[in-house]
């Protein structure tokens, strides 16, 4: 056998992990070779004295310094722990995942229930009687739908221009839930821009809102009736209310020869005033009651004016008072005389001004409905195509999906706007941890 | 052996113990404690074992002042994953390979180190300091002791890489067995083998050049 070969297996030799044969071979070289038993007693030797090395102790404050070490660790894994455990967070992201589809659908569904109204109502201001039909109306308010996003920016950006007088488009019942209003305004515009349909009273605006509307019913007097029964519920009362009957010369076709009859018909023309935050129900509530034929709504923002003639109240009451001071230092009737004047001036200006305000309070208060009712007969009202059951529920079904699918966009774009947070977020943490690794390892050299 | 346990467990144990029954028994329901985080639970259970944990990172690192910052670096390492041990290896083994792994980690991080710094602050005041952190072997307790073969040979070892180095303080110093060895460093038998192998060589040729030195030096 070689020296070299003998060499390597010398290691072998000495942890006792060599087959009986290559033991026998290497002890047999070993007792002919000198070089190689040298070496290998040399190897041994280095062994042995390795094995020799004593064993330190502990220094110490190993342990109590450890100690340390371990109850700190301890208090961070109970405060990170709950958080960061691999099961918590899996039930954590589900968690998460579940508030958000509720959250899409609760937002998705009263979008639903908000179109429905106005749904009903779109139908009916289609044009003509007879002229809208079922398959349609669909696709009709699908775009109304959409364009009335369109018209809501416009009239935001207007309102952006600072208009005082906002006048709204046909139907803008839409959309009357409070926080997706808040919210597609959001993201329309930067601002949030109070338009007819924020009420005053939440964004601190006084705008004195009105309805006009004009309502085909089957009968005058019953709902003349539901609508002072309506208004007087909700805390308003009727301002005006008039009833007429007209007889009218009609033409009419009757078994092929021309006849002129005499045609009764009923009118109605009545002034609400409702409370503000009930204005929109009431008006929706009211349109419900026949066949609409027209309706508007409009506000009149009078924040400014009524902040300027608050403020000049204010400042005359101060004249009012400094000049009532100057009274007690006259000292001639002269005097006297020409205060009191001034004094009568002052007072008079407030009384108007402050005339002003209160009648500001009560038509921002109560917001006026203007009411034009006419009584048609059941058959004409019958002839006007009203989607059947089905027609409505495929309607609804159209409305559903809409209403999801922006409801997902949102989501998305609110996720999307905070992934960059996000980055930040991980990026300064990473870049902490490291600096904060660095220093502890540096520390120890 | 009758053996009595009576301590943060609360219970009373009393067992007739042949070989280390009741140690294992005991150890599992330490690490069992020490594993839902329990401190006590978990000094009582490395207390058998910081000594030789402190004494491995000792022999690789070379000095005290590391060997204490990595055991004890090591041993809140275990206790920070002691609740991924699932008993395939026996405790002891599992730990003294954490312990070698982070003595291991720590000098290659320094080798990197110090190979950039030494490059860079050769003209820096600090350049200095480096070079007397280098040349720790050389203090003067070594110098005049140099011929002792004891510290011929721990010189020789601490000057072995990594890998060389840990074989030799696992098997020659600690006296580990090749299976445990395998386990520890995460590598074949084989591969134990042959390294040990050759580490012991390169140890055998490094004395040997230095025992010349010291022979020279002597005269």
Known sequence: MKCETIRNMISSYIDKDLNDIEKTELEKHLTECEQCREEYERMLDIIAICG????????????????????????????FGSILRNKNMKMATGLVAAALVIAIGIGSSSLLFNNNMKMSQSTDSAPGYGGATAPAAPASDADFNFTMREDEKQKIGAAAAEQPQITSVEGTGLAKNSISMQFS???????????????????????IRTGNMSVNVASVDKAAADIRQLTESSGGYVENSQIENITVPQVQDVDGNTAVKEITEKYANMTLRVPEDKFESIFNNIKGMGKLVN????????????????????NLKIQEQSLQQIMTKAKNVDEILKIE????????????????LKRWDNLVQLSTINIYLKELKPEELKSVDVPGMWGKAYQGFIKAINNIVVGLE???????????????????????????????????? | MVYICECILGDRFIEEVEGGNAVSDMEKLLVKKSQSGDVESFELLISSYDKRAYNIA???????????????????????SIKDFKGQSSFSTWLYRIVTNVCLDELRRRKNEKYVSMDSTIQT???????????DKETPEIVYERVEQRELIKRAISELNEDYK???????????????????LDCSLGTVKSRINRARNMLREKLKSDMELSRENRV
């Open chain 1, 52 to 79: 020799n090395f004593e064993e330190i102790e502990l220094p110490q404050s190993f342990r109590t310094e450890l100690h340390q070490r371990l109850v700190e660790e301890k208090k961070k894994k109970n405060f």
């Open chain 1, 185 to 207: 305004e959001s993201i329309l515009a930067d601002r949030v821009v109070p338009s007819e349909a924020v009420d005053s009273s939440r964004s601190g605006r006084m705008v």
């Open chain 1, 295 to 314: 309706e508007n709504m409009n506000g009149n923002d009078i924040t400014a004016q009524y902040r300027d003639t608050t403020a000049r109240v204010d």
């Open chain 1, 341 to 356: 004047t001034e004094l009568n001036r002052v007072r008079t200006d407030i009384d108007i001004y402050s005339g002003d």
């Open chain 1, 410 to 445: 949102k989501t998305f774009i609110v996720l999307v706007t905070a992934i960059p947070y996000l980055i930040v977020i991980g990026v300064l943490s990473v870049v902490g941890l490291f600096t904060a690794r660095k220093i502890k390892l540096k520390k120890k050299q």
């Open chain 2, 58 to 80: 000792y022999r690789v690192m070379g000095n005290e002042e590391d060997a204490k910052d990595m055991a004890q670096e090591a041993l809140l390492r275990v206790f920070k």
């Open chain 2, 125 to 135: 005041d600090s350049g200095e300091l480096h070079m007397e952190l280098c040349s």
């Open chain 2, 166 to 184: 840990s074989v030799i303080v696992l098997r020659d110093i600690q006296g580990f067995s090749y299976e445990e060895i395998s386990n520890m």
